[in-house]
């Protein structure tokens, strides 16, 4: 089985900030990543697939790299509507989430 | 508007069957598969299965397997998961998902999802 791990699993920041949200993988995964992001009470939405494509309607302020066995997905100029807690997905084999990074306002 | 509508909560008894639907509307149903995430109370989400709607044909995680069963009826343009004996870890948030492909070369993520449906069950 393929394991996602996230860091941090919980990050504080302020409005306006850039964060950085990291992915690791058990096994190489290629580009095979996705990102979701999730609101209390809400189904996950996309953000972002094949590790750095953006989702349509998606803001640019999202961004993702890596390949291989790490990934980081990146946030910049912190919006209030971003506070939520994000995942990453691995579809290299079967489909496998992140144990997700809860992203709190400071 | 596409969109996936799944159906409401259920509170069952531990040995109870049920059976949650997903009903698809904006798209063609058999143009995409349907997945199925599991989300147990405060917890991440976890990959149930999918369904090629065109072909009926469902896979699922290891984890999963035997456990549920992914169906789908075309020309109401519903997916559907369901237990045969369902017990009290079950209990849970089941949300359905419409990807493009099996394939990650032609996978674009999960990219509707249903509001989710929320399954308890207890004595």
Redesign the interface.
């Known amino acids: ?1 393929i394991q996602l791990t996230q860091s941090p699993s919980t990050l504080s920041a302020s409005v306006g900030d850039r964060v950085t949200i990291t992915c690791r993988s058990s096994q190489y995964i ?1 580009s ?1 990543v ?1 990102w ?1 992001q ?1 609101k209390p009470g809400k ?4 953000l ?3 590790a750095s ?1 953006l ?1 349509s309607g998606v803001p640019s302020r999202f961004s993702g790299s890596g390949s291989g066995t790490e990934f980081t997905l990146t946030i910049s100029n912190l919006q209030p509507d971003d506070f939520a807690t994000y ?1 990453c ?1 691995q ?2 084999t ?7 990074t809860k992203l709190e306002i400071k | 508007e596409v969109q996936l509508v799944q159906s409401g909560a259920e509170v069952k008894k531990p040995g109870e069957s049920l059976k949650i639907s997903c009903k698809a509307s904006g798209y063609t149903f058999t143009s995409y598969l349907i ?1 199925w ?1 599991r989300q147990m109370p405060g917890k ?4 149930i299965g999918l369904i090629y709607p065109y072909y009926s044909d469902a896979r699922y ?2 984890s999963f397997q035997g456990q549920v069963t992914i169906s789908v009826d075309k020309s109401i343009s519903t997916a559907y998961l369901q237990w045969s004996s369902l017990g009290a870890s079950d209990t849970a948030i089941y ?1 359905c ?1 419409r990807l493009s492909d099996n394939n ?1 070369s032609a ?5 509707v ?4 449906t929320t399954v308890t069950v207890s004595s």
Request: aromatic share 30%; charged share 10%.
């Open positions: 089985d290629s095979w996705a979701y999730q189904a996950p939405t996309l972002i697939f094949k494509t989702q995942y997905q579809y290299y079967y489909y496998t989430f992140g144990p997700g | 997945a995430v991440g989400l976890e990959w995680s290891p949300y998902a990650p996978y674009y993520g999960m990219d999802w249903g509001q989710g």
